[in-house]
C-alpha cells in the first residue's frame, strides 16, 4: 500500500541539468529502499540509481557522477539529480520502492510510479 508519483521531467539541452521528485504516500514505514530507473524507447528497463533505509546508495557506473540521488524523510520524497544530459540519457524514469514484509532478507512488495518523460535534445 504504497503510492509513488513522479514530477520533474522535460525537454532538456544536452549538457543541461534535470531535477526528479519522487513523492511517496501510504506504509511509508514498510519502505525499505527505493530506486530510480528508466526506459529508453525499445530498450529494457534499467536501474538508475537506489538508496536504502539505512543511506546505502548504488549507481549505474556509467552514470556515476553525473546523477546523484537523495531523500528528504521529511518530504517523503526521493530526487535524482541529473547533470550533464546526453542524448542516450532519453527514456521515461520510473520511481521504485521495495516494502511490506520481509521474508529471506527481501522484501515482498514493489510499487512503482507512472513514469516521468526525459527528452534530452537540442
Known amino acids: 500500500q504504497v503510492q509513488l508519483v513522479e514530477s520533474g521531467g522535460g525537454l532538456v539541452q544536452p549538457g543541461g541539468s534535470l531535477r526528479l521528485s519522487c513523492a511517496a504516500s501510504?506504509?511509508?514505514?514498510?519502505?525499505?529502499?527505493m530506486g530510480w530507473y528508466r526506459q529508453a524507447p525499445g530498450k529494457q528497463r534499467e536501474l538508475v540509481a537506489s538508496?536504502?533505509?539505512?543511506?546505502?546508495?548504488n549507481y549505474t557506473d556509467s552514470l556515476k557522477g553525473r546523477f546523484t540521488i537523495s531523500r528528504d524523510n521529511a518530504k517523503n520524497t526521493v530526487y535524482l539529480q541529473m547533470n550533464s544530459l546526453k542524448p542516450e540519457d532519453t527514456a521515461v524514469y520510473y520511481c521504485?520502492?521495495?516494502?511490506?514484509?520481509?521474508?529471506?532478507?527481501?522484501?515482498?512488495?514493489?510499487?512503482w510510479g507512472r513514469g516521468t518523460l526525459v527528452t534530452v535534445s537540442s
Open positions: 501510504g506504509s511509508i514505514f514498510s519502505i525499505g529502499a
Open positions: 521504485n520502492a521495495a516494502h511490506g514484509p520481509v521474508v529471506a532478507g527481501r522484501h515482498t512488495r514493489d510499487a
Open positions: 538508496i536504502t533505509s539505512g543511506d546505502s546508495i
